[in-house]
């Protein structure tokens, strides 16, 4: 039994090695960004606005609100990371309904390069949000000696936040491939359906503890502006 | 018993103790979690939407330490170092 889309090798040249997670990442990117330039292509401002951008207009509303929820104020900012994230995340988890679809967060390589994305993300918002110097100096806070302590948790967070999404999506693919040899009617129906919930829960999460992590540090950035 | 057998029968026993002990710790927590979400929502139902999705978001990193030991034990199963360091040598040598 395989634990990884990874190891289903469509096309090799070389050092070239297209996998099957590569493939589903660029069919999703190809049909996030065509559907949305499709829909964005002509907009309008008026009391009757087509179907496409409305339902488009609440998805971005809705991220916006959820930023802001958490303190990130100025969320028009962070919303072009964050919401690619959330929408990127929830169309690869929820897309398991279709047969054959193996999600690309199945697979530990996509998951990991999105949680250092989030590492490299939150020192780039605050650095030209507060400045190199304060932020710097967020690890330093509240004294000294937490310096260590603050540099570990950088990177145990981005393990966690990699190792989560990773764990929660082979684990629906996995129970799923067993049920299938054991109970093959209506119980793996009923899997498919909480890997859905599981699936939507799990791109929040990645979202709002990436935005989480972005508003820690620039709420020490200001504390120490103020000071 | 030879080598192999010792490594394989360590891995596939490490492999259920990780899983059986690594659930009890966040089933206690989730349990302890849902029951003072539910006692908020009694009191406050007004703040259900708020109190549900952080019960979400905290059921979820809850979670995320029996997912670790679900990884754990499913590398010791299917992508076993130790079990592939010991094949290749025997292959080899």
Redesign the interface.
């Known amino acids: 039994?395989?634990?990884s889309p990874d190891d289903v090798v469509l096309f090799e040249y070389g050092i070239v090695k297209l996998n099957l997670t590569i493939a589903t990442t660029w069919a999703l990117m190809l049909f996030m960004v065509i559907g949305s330039a499709c829909i964005t292509r002509k907009l309008v401002i008026a009391t009757k606005i087509p179907k496409w951008q409305s339902i488009l207009e609440m998805i971005v509303i809705g991220i916006k609100r959820q930023i802001e929820e958490v303190g990130l104020y100025k969320a028009e900012q962070y919303i072009g990371f964050l919401g690619t994230l959330f929408l990127f995340l929830l169309l690869s988890n929820l897309l398991t309904i279709l047969p054959f679809y193996e999600p690309p967060t199945s697979s530990l390589s996509t998951t990991a390069a999105l949680a250092i994305a989030v590492f490299f993300a939150v020192p780039v918002f605050n650095i030209t949000e507060h400045g190199i110097l304060s932020y710097l100096k967020s690890y330093v806070k509240p004294l000294p000696i937490m310096l260590p302590f603050h540099i570990i948790s950088e990177f145990s967070r981005t393990l966690?936040l990699a190792?989560?999404l990773?764990?929660?999506m082979?684990?629906g693919v996995?129970i799923l491939g067993i049920l299938l040899t054991i109970t093959p009617f209506i119980f793996p129906i009923v899997m498919t359906a909480f890997g859905l919930l599981t699936g939507s829960?799990?791109a929040?999460?990645f979202t709002?503890l990436a935005s989480v992590f972005i508003a820690a540090a620039a709420h020490e950035s200001e504390k120490e502006i103020e000071n | 018993m030879d080598n192999i057998t010792i490594i394989g029968a360590v891995s596939i026993l490490t492999a259920g103790l990780t899983m059986a002990i690594g659930s009890i710790g966040p089933a206690l927590g989730e349990g302890k979690a849902v029951v003072s979400a539910l006692t908020s929502i009694a009191q406050q139902p007004d703040a259900a939407s708020t109190i549900t999705r952080t019960l979400f978001v905290g059921l979820a990193m809850i979670e995320s330490m029996a997912i670790y030991c679900f990884v754990v034990s499913m590398i010791l199963l299917f992508a076993n170092p130790f079990w592939n360091f010991v094949i290749t040598k025997v292959a080899g040598g």
């Open positions: 039994m395989r634990i966690a190792v989560r990773f764990g929660n082979m684990s996995m829960v799990q929040y999460i709002i």
